[in-house]
């Protein structure tokens, strides 16, 4: 019996011994949330400049990218031509400014959840638009690999648009 015991007793020692230590590093999310504000930063600076070179750098390439329409669902070549040919139209002027910010860092410190709020006024003066980001952290750099553009009416207003609709 003091046999099994024993052997319980070391096997138990062995099997804490060889498990791995995890070591916490802490994350300091302050400098994360800089990083990913200047990234928002470029970003919104590069659409209002039309270009589309700088755009395409920021996002991943296997990312998701959701446009204002239940059909855009695209992927970052189709996002790049879409960009492309959108911003070469000289008719169109880009210049917007952010109303609302929110950002949510993670805590590995590694990805980031955040949104802005804008009046877009080429698509339209009266309804608000929020941007839907995903950010991941690649090294020391930042992207995005998942953004959503939507058109965000207030309550008051879908009946109002539903009408017209009609």
Not at 42 to 48: D, E, T, V, W
Not at 94 to 100: E, G, H, M, P, R
Not at 109 to 137: C, D, T, W
Request: proline letters at 2%; glycine letters at 4%; a negative charge.
């Amino acid at each position: 019996m003091k046999k099994i015991y024993f052997t319980i007793l070391a096997a138990m020692i062995i099997i804490t011994a060889c498990q791995t230590k995890t070591r916490i590093v802490p994350v300091d999310t302050g400098a994360a949330k800089l990083a990913v504000t200047a990234l928002l930063d470029k970003y919104n600076s590069a659409m209002n400049a039309k270009d589309a070179n700088t755009l395409m750098n920021l996002l991943t390439e296997d990312g998701l990218y959701c446009g204002t329409d239940s059909r855009e669902l695209l992927s970052k070549a189709e996002l790049s031509d879409m960009m492309k040919q959108s911003l070469a139209d000289t008719s169109l002027v880009v210049n917007y400014s952010i109303d609302k910010r929110e950002i949510r860092i993670t805590a590995d410190g590694n990805s980031a959840i955040a949104l802005e709020q804008m009046f877009f006024k080429a698509f339209s003066e009266k309804i608000p638009v929020r941007m839907i980001y995903h950010l991941v952290k690649n090294d020391d750099n930042w992207q995005f690999d998942f953004v959503s553009w939507n058109f965000i009416p207030d309550n008051e207003d879908i009946g109002k648009i539903n009408k017209a609709l009609e």
